[in-house]
Protein backbone atom coordinates (compact mmCIF):
# COMPACT_ATOMS: atom_id res chain seq x y z
CA UNK A 1 0.00 0.00 0.00
CA UNK A 2 1.50 3.44 -0.84
CA UNK A 3 1.14 6.08 1.26
CA UNK A 4 2.90 9.57 1.64
CA UNK A 5 2.28 11.65 4.56
CA UNK A 6 3.17 14.96 5.22
CA UNK A 7 3.50 16.79 8.55
CA UNK A 8 5.12 20.13 9.23
CA UNK A 9 2.22 22.57 8.23
CA UNK A 10 1.02 24.67 10.79
CA UNK A 11 0.12 28.84 11.91
CA UNK A 12 2.90 31.07 11.58
CA UNK A 13 3.53 34.89 10.96
CA UNK A 14 4.36 36.59 7.87
CA UNK A 15 8.14 36.55 7.27
CA UNK A 16 8.99 33.25 9.07
CA UNK A 17 9.96 30.32 7.86
CA UNK A 18 8.32 26.69 7.40
CA UNK A 19 9.51 23.22 6.55
CA UNK A 20 7.23 20.56 5.50
CA UNK A 21 8.32 16.84 4.90
CA UNK A 22 6.68 13.80 3.31
CA UNK A 23 7.18 10.34 4.43
CA UNK A 24 6.73 8.01 1.65
CA UNK A 25 6.41 4.05 1.85
CA UNK A 26 5.21 1.52 -0.57
CA UNK A 27 7.14 2.78 -3.27
CA UNK A 28 10.44 2.28 -4.70
CA UNK A 29 11.32 5.70 -3.83
CA UNK A 30 14.65 7.01 -5.75
CA UNK A 31 12.81 5.96 -8.89
CA UNK A 32 9.89 8.53 -8.42
CA UNK A 33 9.64 12.27 -9.34
CA UNK A 34 8.60 13.97 -6.05
CA UNK A 35 7.02 17.78 -5.58
CA UNK A 36 5.25 20.21 -3.90
CA UNK A 37 1.86 20.86 -4.68
CA UNK A 38 -0.96 23.50 -3.06
CA UNK A 39 -4.88 24.49 -3.11
CA UNK A 40 -5.72 27.69 -1.46
CA UNK A 41 -9.55 28.26 -1.16
CA UNK A 42 -11.33 28.76 -4.21
CA UNK A 43 -8.37 28.27 -6.07
CA UNK A 44 -6.90 25.38 -8.39
CA UNK A 45 -4.34 22.77 -7.01
CA UNK A 46 -0.55 24.29 -8.29
CA UNK A 47 2.60 23.23 -8.30
CA UNK A 48 5.26 24.63 -5.87
CA UNK A 49 8.63 22.59 -6.36
CA UNK A 50 9.55 19.12 -7.87
CA UNK A 51 12.26 17.54 -7.81
CA UNK A 52 13.33 14.60 -10.06
CA UNK A 53 15.04 11.38 -9.08
CA UNK A 54 17.91 12.35 -10.63
CA UNK A 55 18.11 15.65 -7.86
CA UNK A 56 16.73 18.39 -10.39
CA UNK A 57 14.71 20.95 -9.12
CA UNK A 58 12.03 23.20 -10.57
CA UNK A 59 9.80 26.00 -8.37
CA UNK A 60 7.09 27.99 -9.69
CA UNK A 61 7.66 32.03 -9.78
CA UNK A 62 6.07 32.77 -6.73
CA UNK A 63 8.39 30.19 -4.46
CA UNK A 64 11.85 31.10 -6.15
CA UNK A 65 14.08 32.27 -4.43
CA UNK A 66 12.19 31.68 -1.23
CA UNK A 67 11.65 27.69 -1.41
CA UNK A 68 14.52 25.00 -1.20
CA UNK A 69 13.01 21.44 -1.73
CA UNK A 70 15.50 18.03 -1.17
CA UNK A 71 15.21 15.00 -0.88
CA UNK A 72 16.61 11.69 0.84
CA UNK A 73 16.71 8.51 -0.88
CA UNK A 74 17.67 6.94 2.67
CA UNK A 75 14.90 7.71 4.32
CA UNK A 76 12.40 8.23 1.88
CA UNK A 77 11.61 11.41 2.51
CA UNK A 78 11.10 15.04 0.29
CA UNK A 79 11.14 18.47 2.32
CA UNK A 80 10.16 21.39 1.13
CA UNK A 81 11.32 24.62 3.02
CA UNK A 82 10.09 28.29 2.31
CA UNK A 83 11.39 31.46 3.80
CA UNK A 84 10.06 34.89 4.25
CA UNK A 85 6.40 33.41 4.40
CA UNK A 86 3.87 35.78 2.89
CA UNK A 87 -0.21 35.18 3.59
CA UNK A 88 -0.64 34.25 -0.02
CA UNK A 89 1.41 31.05 0.92
CA UNK A 90 -1.58 30.03 2.65
CA UNK A 91 -3.11 26.53 1.24
CA UNK A 92 -3.45 23.26 2.09
CA UNK A 93 -0.13 21.45 0.67
CA UNK A 94 0.08 18.17 -0.91
CA UNK A 95 3.31 16.10 -1.51
CA UNK A 96 3.41 13.82 -5.06
CA UNK A 97 5.35 10.87 -6.35
CA UNK A 98 5.54 10.63 -9.78
CA UNK A 99 6.54 7.79 -12.15
CA UNK A 100 4.74 4.71 -13.52
CA UNK A 101 1.89 5.91 -11.46
CA UNK A 102 0.99 8.92 -9.39
CA UNK A 103 0.45 9.25 -5.96
CA UNK A 104 -0.86 11.71 -3.94
CA UNK A 105 -0.59 12.51 0.35
CA UNK A 106 -3.51 14.05 1.87
CA UNK A 107 -1.93 17.55 2.53
CA UNK A 108 -0.85 19.32 5.19
CA UNK A 109 -2.39 22.74 6.13
CA UNK A 110 -0.42 26.35 5.83
CA UNK A 111 -1.76 28.93 7.29
CA UNK A 112 0.30 32.63 7.15
CA UNK A 113 -0.96 35.48 8.86
CA UNK A 114 -0.10 39.03 8.24
Known amino acids: QVQLVESGGGLVQAGESLRLSCAAS????????MGWYRQAPGKQRELVAT???????NYTDAVKGRATISRDNAKNTVCLRIDSLKPEDTAVYYC????????WGQGTQVTVSS
Open 96 to 103: NADWRKNF
Open 26 to 33: GIIFSMYH
Open 51 to 57: ISRGGTT
